[in-house]
């Protein structure tokens, strides 16, 4: 298991005592380590005197085959499902070793009970979201955010591994692939408030449709802390349901008709700006985000904030202060040309949210919309419809990239400013040209798709050209 999302913080460490208690496995080998253990770890490239190596199987890999190597390389404690006989190296023997990974993470959390925990989860928004919490909380006190996409059934206990005395919050991102999935982390991460920003389309074809998908979102109420609040948007479509699914916590509620709301809204081509209406009372936010539905990121940031007894002028001025994730909506001047990155992920409903954004820029528009991954059966009909809407905003160009850009295509009813290409390579020339064609006039770049496109190559390609 490769993880590129490595801490450069020093962890606390371990004691061999420690890790024994905290997955019940037997040991092999009683060669234990007298001194501490640094980290866990379950990447072998990193291994190092000092550590205690996590040996994970996937379908495709097993890390058991890398045991004999990473004592070589100083590793002191191995966690394995079984002994590797010729291994010099202690070995703590476990039943699986994907769940003593949980269970090390919820060791760790119950260490840390001075923590205020915030999970959340949604088919978009959750980046955001997080980064704004990160900065409302970071101000205050030392806090643990999610990094990356460490949100699943792997990345979540990794990030609580991460755990010092120090921190005072923790923001958890979690995100769901398969049902039970957030049974199982929010259950690891014990969160003092919890909730769901939206049910969209993203893992459509996991679930089956957007009542599996609410049914799996909805699995991070059941382990909110007693005392604790379920935060939920107010205008979801499934808003009833969700609110049924938060059991009997209190509820915070977020968005239009909710408990915490914006008004007189004003949209720039880079910001925003609102009114913010809370149950503590109402400022006004300069936001540093584009796009209305970051507007709603924030009043959701605001929700979970409150909840955790954050006071309204601290969350205002973290929400001020907030920056956007790598690839999430971020703003490049290059010569006379804008370029709008939002190639970190996509989903039907962050690609129109994106559109919107564009449409606020300045000289001629230009989306450049790679494919939406896991949408499983509903792919094909779901870029249609992309299409089909996206060509009826004032769009200069619209270039879709990829398997499906011929459906968007269908989907627009074969509209000239919509431009399909198989392939980045294919669609570079037609770029290059179409700049070429509009000097010295200024122009405005939206690129985006799911994260195996690697929208940001051809984007930086281009940037290369002009």
């Known amino acids: 298991m490769h993880t590129s999302t490595t801490s450069t913080v020093p962890l606390e460490a371990w004691t061999a005592e420690q890790l024994q208690q905290a997955t019940q496995g037997e040991w092999f080998r009683q060669n234990l380590p007298k001194s501490e253990i640094k980290r866990i770890l379950t990447d072998s490239r990193h291994a190092e005197m000092g550590d205690a190596f996590l040996a994970l199987k996937g379908e495709r890999f097993d890390a058991h085959d890398f045991v004999v190597q990473v004592a070589a390389q100083g590793c002191q404690i191995a966690i394995v499902e079984r002994p590797i006989i010729d291994a010099d190296i202690a070995q703590l023997i476990v039943k699986d070793t994907r769940l003593a990974l949980g269970h090390l ?55 609580l591994l991460e755990l010092r005395p120090e921190h005072q919050f923790a923001v958890m991102e979690l995100g769901a692939n398969h049902q039970g999935e957030i049974d199982y982390t929010s259950n690891l991460v014990q969160p003092h408030v919890a909730g769901i920003l939206n049910i969209g389309t993203a893992h459509l074809g996991e679930f089956g449709g957007r009542d599996g998908i609410c049914r799996a979102k909805s699995e991070i109420y059941a382990h909110i802390l007693p005392e604790g609040t379920a935060i939920v948007p107010s205008d979801d479509d499934f808003t009833a349901t969700i609110r049924q699914n938060a059991g009997n916590h209190p509820i915070l509620s977020f968005g239009e008709g909710g408990d915490v709301y914006a008004t007189e809204i004003q949209l720039n081509p880079q910001s925003a ?31 979970f904030a409150l909840a955790i007894g954050i006071p309204l002028d601290d969350i205002v001025q973290g929400l001020e202060q907030a920056q956007g994730a790598k690839g999430r909506l971020n703003f490049i001047q290059h010569q006379n040309y804008l370029f709008i990155d939002d190639t970190y992920n996509a989903n039907p409903t962050s690609m129109r949210a994106a559109a919107k954004v564009l449409l606020q820029q300045q000289g001629l528009k230009v989306m450049v919309m790679g ?5 499983g059966d509903s792919s094909w009909q779901e870029h249609h419809d992309l299409g089909r809407d996206l060509i009826e905003l004032p769009l200069d160009h619209l270039v879709v990239v990829g398997e499906f850009a011929e459906a968007a295509q269908q989907g627009s009813g074969c509209a000239e400013n919509l431009h399909a290409f198989a392939t980045q390579a294919d ?40």
């Open 273 to 303: 700006q609102f009114n913010l209406h809370t149950p503590e009372g109402s400022r006004v936010v300069n936001l540093p985000f584009a796009g209305a539905h970051n507007v709603q990121n924030a009043t959701a940031a605001t929700a």
């Open 427 to 466: 669609a570079l020339p037609f770029l290059i040209n179409l700049v070429q064609t509009h000097q010295p006039q200024s122009m405005s770049f939206l690129f985006k798709g799911s994260r195996y496109t690697h929208m940001e190559t051809l984007m930086a390609d281009l940037m290369e050209k002009l």
């Open 371 to 375: 494919d939406i991954g896991e949408l």
């Open 105 to 159: 993470g919820a060791y760790r959390r119950q260490q840390n009970q001075q923590l205020k925990v915030i999970a959340l989860t949604g088919s978009s928004g959750k980046t955001t979201t997080k980064e704004m919490l990160g900065s409302i909380l970071s101000r205050l006190a030392p806090t643990l955010i999610t990094r990356g996409n460490l949100n699943n059934d792997l990345g979540v206990p990794m990030m």
